[in-house]
């Protein structure tokens, strides 16, 4: 879905992306499953048409001692201190066919763009139950495109807040998760998607070079449960342009918006190795 479609790679939006935290309890070693998710989002952040797409996504967890991948990501111990951990923060966006959306006739079709990188991820507060914690999120990815070639796209820093909470409203096993935040850019990722070079413009859609800098700011909140053989999610999440810095862009026509999906995963098989962990 990136933030443009910001995917948190979509198959990984589900697999990792839906948060919450629990009392340690014994749990296996490692976890594998399948699943499959429906997800309606914009062309790009900015436009006015909305796609709807299902995405097949692989279930993995591994709660190694030194490595783990979650819920909550793929990560290592790199401190000593579990209120504050190192993670792999990756991110996405789906292609988009320029014949078929009204602002972007007749230039070059938005290539598939995966971004990884570093985030450092800081517990700011947490219930002694640990219920309930606050995070502050400094994720900073690099996006290159992933067909016709690897190109560079740039660079996005997504700084957020985050609370999780666990049994929300009595709810036994569901997890709540509320992210807010600023989104920041380069100007070869906003150039990416908001620049009309010269050649492209037209009577209605003026030349338009596009700065790096700040990039509007996203709300998105998650549900999820884990069943004993079947994992459930589903988010929403709003997006706003106001202020930022290609809110001018011919190609923005929209400042606002809203997307969503809903996710199910299948755990198929799990390691007989039990290991206490905290979730």
């Known amino acids: 879905m990136s933030d443009y479609h910001r995917l948190s790679l979509a198959a990984l939006l589900f697999a990792c992306g839906c948060t919450g935290h629990a009392l340690a309890a014994e749990k296996p070693l490692w976890e594998l499953g399948a699943g ?8 790009y952040r900015g436009s006015d048409q909305t796609s709807v797409y299902g995405i097949p996504f692989p279930y993995l967890v591994y709660r190694g001692e030194f490595l783990k991948a979650d819920r909550h990501g ?3 111990t790199f401190f000593g201190s579990d209120r504050i951990e190192l993670n792999l923060s990756l991110g996405a966006s789906l292609p988009v066919n320029s014949d078929d959306n009204r602002a972007r ?9 995966v971004e990884l990188g570093p985030s450092l991820d800081l517990n700011l507060w947490r219930t002694a139950d640990r219920h309930t914690r606050l995070d502050l999120r400094l994720p900073l990815r690099t996006a290159i495109t992933v067909k016709g070639g690897m190109d560079d796209a740039g660079w996005v820093f997504s700084p957020r807040l985050n609370l999780d909470i666990t049994d929300v409203a009595g709810l036994a096993g569901w997890n709540m998760g509320l992210l807010a935040g600023p989104l920041v850019g380069s100007e ?3 150039d990416y998607f908001y620049t009309v070079a010269p050649q492209y413009a037209t009577a209605g859609r003026p030349a338009f070079d596009a700065k790096g800098g700040y990039a509007g700011s996203q709300f998105m909140m998650t549900m999820s449960k884990r069943y004993p053989t079947y994992w ?3 988010f929403v999440r709003w997006d706003s342009l106001a202020g930022a810095v290609f809110a001018d862009s011919p190609l923005v026509k929209s400042d606002d918006y809203f997307a969503a999906g809903v996710g199910i995963a299948w755990v198929l098989g799990e390691s007989s190795t039990r290991v206490e962990a905290v979730e």
Do not use: C, K, V, Y
């Not at 499959?36 to 062309?43: G, N, R, V, W, Y």
């Not at 006739?105 to 763009?113: H, K, N, R, S, V």
């Open 74 to 76: 793929i990560r290592g």
């Open 188 to 190: 070869r990722n906003h």
């Open 105 to 113: 006739q007749g230039m070059p079709d938005l290539e598939p763009t």
């Open 36 to 43: 499959i998710s429906a997800l309606s989002f914009p062309d």
């Open 232 to 234: 459930l999610g589903a």
